[in-house]
């Protein structure tokens, strides 16, 4: 099957292939093509009077129009409204009707509170576009009440028989809210007069790369940061808008790309707060074959390709701390002593020794979106899944992801995080060294290559300026991450301080001063975990006797790492140790450290 432009005949076809049944909804019927042709010589019927009355109210700035301001609820046992209270601006008019307070629990309005009785109506009325009289309960009503949401809006189904000029029948009303509005078709059709009510405001949030390939660079004139920004500025007036922002994944017809779909779109669609069904795929793949016709009228999509899901932005993420680096420095033993915190949790796979693959990795498999599926998500991870339990403190959540500091796509998506605090830790630099260069696969770097890194017939390659610290903190502040979410540490000194730097770094990340868990135990010194390289004598060795030019190029290396490192320290309010104020020459370090080795 292949999405044409053909506008609601695609939708039928696709409501058709989706295996809805047949019904129709008599208070939301779905709409055809010829609806929306206003000219004479068409019996007036239901659709058509929705499709005039959709255009008004689009036309009258949709959910941001002013109509949401006249929209007035009386007291029963009153059933109309004064003159005065009905009176409408220019160009509007007033319409009223008795509403069933069993519809304003469905539709979660505080009016219900008016009523004592499901059986006591409630008057409800508003200015809305002449075109609007017919379809006023059962279009421009519940789209009025769905507006005023804001941000929290969610489907209203039409009231159909819980509405009515003198009187409701109860019952009817009942068998409604209870059986009629959960069809598939009626769901779907109602999602196309959401559209429809507001079509100028989801066109403009269509076609957004909401993943892109990084090129040259992800500076802030570099495509990748273009289509960052509108994908991100798609989003943020999606949800303001009280939408949802779906990610839309497809192939051109006859692209086969064994690597996943071809295109990756944003689309906004009407808020999915209590709703995601097929009734929704059918809306995504309707709005797709439309907005490419007009977009890229020379792409035929194959609709059988076809995927979306809800997007959101990392910031919505409940990661409270993130231990970003630098690799190979302690960060695993810093992350599970964090979390012998009784205030802190480390979220990890595991069976991962390192203690990463948070959210299943999330932060290796997204670096390229620029918003990330809430169905790829375990619940923990998606704000609000789960509260406090009674009488204890929720743990503050964080992660451990160096990865995150080593590339500039890792440090924007830190950025994006706002409320997400940054640990760094370093240490001595000729561990780091060892430590980092043994750990290169499937061969490791020993002194002599290191030093001659970039010569001929040297096949080490090993990146000196991961341990680049403060240029890499400096591009941290300038993407956005304020100073104050950073601290940067070093391993000696928590090793040396013990509980004290435990409690110091609990008081950072907000989690209290505390130490102790709740069986009033202290957490003990910084745990020791990673992996210890094989080849540490032989290496301490080969550096202990590298000719002098050779130790000179490291110390040369040393120098430019440890640059501002210092400073980075006393920003932190951090003790400065030895190895950074005036480091032990390198050759002499590695002599002794080959002797206590030996030993």
């Known amino acids: 099957m292949i999405l044409t432009s053909s506008w609601l005949a695609q939708l039928a076809q696709l409501v058709a292939a989706d295996g809805l049944p047949p019904e129709t909804c008599s208070w939301a019927p779905l709409p055809r093509d010829d609806d929306f042709d206003l000219s004479s010589g068409f019996v007036d019927s239901v659709p ?97 009440l769905e507006w005023r949401q804001g941000k929290s809006a969610k489907y209203h189904p039409s009231p159909g028989p819980c509405a009515g000029a003198f009187d409701v029948d109860d019952a009817s009303c009942v068998q409604h809210l209870d059986q009629d509005i959960r069809s598939e078709a009626c769901v779907t059709a109602v999602h196309v007069w959401r559209v429809l009510c507001d079509a100028r405001f989801f066109d403009e949030l269509f076609g ?75 809306i995504v793949a309707w709005r797709l074959g439309l907005r490419m016709a007009t977009a890229y009228p020379g792409v035929a999509i194959d609709a ?3 995927r979306s899901a809800e997007l959101m932005h990392r910031n919505e993420l409940e990661i409270g701390w993130a231990i970003i680096g630098l690799g190979r420095s302690g960060t695993t033993s810093l992350a599970a002593w964090l979390d012998s915190h009784p205030n802190l949790e480390l979220l990890s796979d595991p069976e991962d020794h390192f203690r990463e693959g948070s959210f299943d990795y999330l932060f290796r498999r997204s670096h390229l979106e620029h918003l990330i599926r ?37 440090r924007q998506i830190m950025a994006e995080m706002k409320r997400t605090k940054v640990l760094i830790i370093f240490k001595n630099w000729v561990d780091w060294l060892k430590s980092a260069a043994l750990f290169i696969r499937p061969t490791p770097c020993f002194p002599r290559n290191l030093a ?39 391993l000696d000194t928590l090793r040396a301080e013990g509980p004290a730097a435990l409690r110091r770094l609990g008081a950072f990340l907000g989690a209290g001063n505390r130490s102790t868990g709740s069986s009033g135990s202290s957490a003990g010194a910084m745990p020791q975990e990673g992996e210890v390289a094989e080849d540490e004598v032989e290496f301490w060795e080969e550096l202990c006797g590298l000719p002098t030019e050779l130790a000179r190029r490291l110390e040369r290396r040393r120098s430019e790492a440890l640059r501002g490192c210092d400073e980075l320290l006393r920003r932190s309010g951090e003790p400065i140790p030895e190895s950074v104020l005036r480091p032990v020459p390198i050759q002499q370090e590695a002599c002794q450290r080959m002797k206590s080795k030996i030993k």
């Open 374 to 410: 809430r169905d790829e998500l375990p619940s923990a991870a998606r704000a609000g899944s789960a509260g406090p339990v009674r009488g204890r403190r929720t743990p503050l959540v964080g992660i451990k992801e160096p990865n995150l500091l080593r590339s500039s796509r890792g």
């Open 304 to 306: 059988d390709s076809v």
């Open 452 to 490: 001659r890194i970039g010569e001929e017939g040297n096949d080490c390659s090993f990146a000196f300026d991961e341990a680049h610290l403060f240029e890499k903190v400096r591009d941290l502040e300038q993407k956005g991450v304020a100073r104050e979410r950073i601290k940067v540490v070093h």
């Open 48 to 144: 058509r009077q929705f499709a005039r009355c959709s255009l008004a109210l689009d036309a009258a700035g949709g959910h941001a129009s002013g109509l949401l301001e006249t929209l007035i609820f009386g007291m029963p046992p009153e059933r109309s409204f004064s003159p005065e209270a009905s009176r409408c601006p220019e160009g509007l008019q007033f319409e009223e009707l008795l509403l069933s307070p069993r519809y304003l629990v469905v539709a979660a309005q505080p009016e219900v509170a008016r009523s004592s009785d499901w059986r006591e109506l409630i008057p409800v009325g508003a200015c809305v576009p002449p075109a609007c009289h017919e379809a006023f309960a059962n279009l421009a009503l519940p789209r009025l």
């Open 208 to 282: 957004a790369q909401v993943r892109s390939l990084p090129k040259d660079s992800l500076g802030e004139s570099s495509e990748f940061a273009e289509h960052q920004k509108a994908a991100l500025g798609h989003y943020s007036t999606c949800k303001e808008g009280g939408g949802s922002y779906v990610g839309v994944y497809f192939n051109a017809v006859g692209e086969e790309d064994p690597a996943g779909a071809g295109y990756a779109l944003g689309m906004c669609i009407p808020s999915l707060h209590t709703t995601y069904s097929s009734a929704v795929s059918t």
